[in-house]
């Protein structure tokens, strides 16, 4: 489980997130150079926005609302070099690999125009640490990311058209953010 904290021109839409991730590392008991593989999904900051209207809906009546969702999932591969620390260990990692963000909407509205920004699929990468704790099976890590340009909602994801009704706004930019990292490791212990 890891929280996220967007960074560059990502901070400006999406400032927080939360997410899950697995790993598989193949390094020696007592450290060294190895191989990392992982897996994520990341929910970054959704942005609900209320279009003005109210809609009969079938059992009252309801405000209208414009929901913006934004996700990305990943999958990286490369080098770790794991350390042991005490009883426990340091793992220090470089992978790449590829990142899939979608920016979706949802909501009840009649006045709202415009594409959704869909799906991208790009480039990433990704470096961080890992500190397996003493005699346990808890981890607690920090990873950087950064991935090329790929379509997201602006905030606000709608503007007003001088009407009454709204056009949606995206543009592209970089995924590029910290996580802050909770896991727990399965496997052979770190050796007491």
């Known amino acids: 489980m890891n929280g996220f904290l967007g960074l560059g021109e990502l901070a400006s839409v999406s400032k927080f997130g939360?997410?899950?991730d697995g790993a598989l590392s193949l390094v020696r008991e007592d450290g060294g150079l190895g191989l990392r593989a992982a897996a994520g999904l990341t929910l970054?900051?959704?942005?609900?926005?209320?279009?003005?209207?109210?809609?009969?809906?079938?059992?009252?009546?309801q405000e209208s609302s414009f929901s913006a969702n934004q996700s990305f999932?990943?999958?990286a591969v490369g080098p770790e070099w794991s350390t042991p620390v005490g009883n426990?260990?340091?793992?220090?990692?470089?992978m790449v690999g590829k990142a899939t963000v979608k920016a979706t909407s949802s909501g009840t509205y009649f006045n709202v125009s415009g594409p959704n920004p869909g799906t991208s699929d790009t480039s990433l990468m990704l470096a961080g640490a890992i500190w397996s704790l003493p005699?346990?099976?808890?981890?607690?890590g920090a990873e950087f990311f950064a991935t090329g340009s790929?379509?997201?909602?602006?905030?606000p994801p709608i503007v007003d058209d001088g009407t009454g009704n709204f056009v949606t706004?995206?543009?592209s930019a970089s995924i590029t953010g910290i996580a802050v990292r909770l896991g727990y490791h399965f496997g052979r212990r770190s050796r007491e």
Do not use: C, K, P
């Open 73 to 75: 999932s990943w999958l």
């Open 18 to 20: 939360y997410g899950w």
């Open 150 to 155: 790929a379509e997201i909602w602006d905030d």
């Open 44 to 61: 970054m900051q959704a942005h609900e926005v209320g279009t003005g209207q109210t809609i009969f809906n079938g059992t009252g009546t």
């Open 169 to 171: 706004q995206a543009h």
């Open 88 to 94: 426990g260990r340091i793992d220090y990692f470089l």
């Open 135 to 140: 005699r346990g099976r808890v981890d607690l």
